[in-house]
């Protein structure tokens, strides 16, 4: 049988892992695959660095889903967007990292709202979708 918690148990997953992370969190676009965890040294290329806002993420019945706009106005570099890391304020600590996708197929733990991850220096890039489910339900 598969383990099964409340959707109160859950919540408070969720909000633990929004606590930890604070307030103004760093989220980076870089290009290549994640490393191996988020202790691993980063890699890729720095594609994109935006400042979430200061209350970033809403929680729900064990889910935490963007709040706010993820925006960076001016990309940093030129490339195609392969993972994505949320750091703490100072950009020290990495609590978080995934996959990047634009919008076709729209398949990565990031989507990008443009069609596909190809980033250009100086563009604006928009964060169409994140959400993270704890499991249990």
Request: with cysteine; hydrophobic share 35%.
């Amino acid at each position: 049988m598969a383990i099964q918690m409340s959707t109160a148990s859950r919540t408070a997953q969720a909000q633990a892992h929004e606590t930890e992370i604070g307030t103004g969190p760093l989220l980076r676009i870089r290009t290549g695959a994640p490393p191996a965890n988020c202790a691993a040294a980063r890699t890729g290329t720095i594609l994109v660095t935006m400042t979430l806002p200061v209350d970033w993420a809403t929680i729900s019945n064990g889910q935490l889903s963007r709040l706010g706009t993820w925006e960076d106005l001016t990309a940093d570099d030129t490339g195609t967007a392969g993972h994505y890391e949320i750091m703490d304020s100072a950009g020290t600590t990495c609590h978080e990292q995934g996959t990047v996708t634009g919008t076709t197929p729209g398949t990565g733990d990031v989507v990008l709202q443009q069609v596909n991850a190809d980033i250009v220096s100086g563009q604006r890039v928009y964060v169409d979708t994140w959400s993270r489910t704890w499991p249990g339900a």
